[in-house]
């Protein structure tokens, strides 16, 4: 209910994943919340969506893990109705604070997120940056 009453009136949702081993798929399975959260944002007229894969130092910052996440997201997203073009994807760890404020030093090989909407594109490393863009 708390889900639903705040994202009535949001302009922007973040959708936290975790990208742990078995959690992001429990997440992402036909009855899970990360499914139900981004349908229920989309039905709600959030227009604007990013999408932070949290729990990274736990897969040892593994980049195949991240984009095997963003591509499995992406695909469902689109079917939701939201562009994956225009969503930023950030990997996190909220634990440590990496990549939320400041670009982390533990995924060198993240070189940022791009997004394209109407007024342009933009790129950044962090969450703070993707939710200033």
Same mark, same amino acid.
């Given at each position: 209910?708390?889900?639903?009453?705040?994202?009535?009136?949001?302009?922007?949702?973040?959708?936290?994943?975790?990208?742990?081993?078995?959690?992001?798929?429990?997440?992402?399975?036909?009855?899970?919340?990360?499914?139900?959260?981004?349908?229920?944002?989309?039905?709600?007229?959030?227009?604007?969506?990013?999408?932070?894969?949290?729990?990274?130092?736990?897969?040892?910052?593994?980049?195949?893990?991240?984009?095997?996440?963003? *591509?499995?997201?992406?695909?469902?997203? /689109?079917?939701?109705? !939201?562009?994956? $073009? @225009?969503?930023?994807?950030?990997?996190? +760890?909220?634990?440590?604070?990496?990549?939320?404020?400041?670009?982390?030093?533990?995924?060198?090989?993240? *070189?940022?997120?791009?997004?394209?909407? /109407?007024?342009?594109? !933009?790129?950044? $490393? @962090?969450?703070?940056?993707?939710?200033? +863009?």
């Amino acid at each position: 209910k708390n889900m639903i009453t705040g994202t009535s009136q949001a302009d922007c949702a973040i959708l936290i994943i975790a990208g742990g081993i078995g959690e992001f798929e429990a997440g992402i399975s036909k009855d899970g919340q990360t499914r139900e959260h981004a349908l229920l944002a989309y039905t709600l007229g959030v227009k604007q969506l990013i999408v932070a894969v949290n729990k990274m130092d736990t897969t040892q910052w593994s980049e195949a893990r991240f984009n095997e996440i963003v *591509k499995e997201v992406s695909n469902f997203i /689109k079917k939701v109705g !939201f562009n994956p $073009k @225009t969503v930023a994807f950030v990997p996190i +760890s909220g634990f440590n604070g990496d990549n939320m404020i400041d670009a982390s030093p533990n995924c060198p090989w993240y *070189k940022g997120w791009e997004k394209e909407v /109407k007024s342009g594109k !933009f790129t950044g $490393k @962090t969450l703070l940056e993707a939710i200033d +863009s």
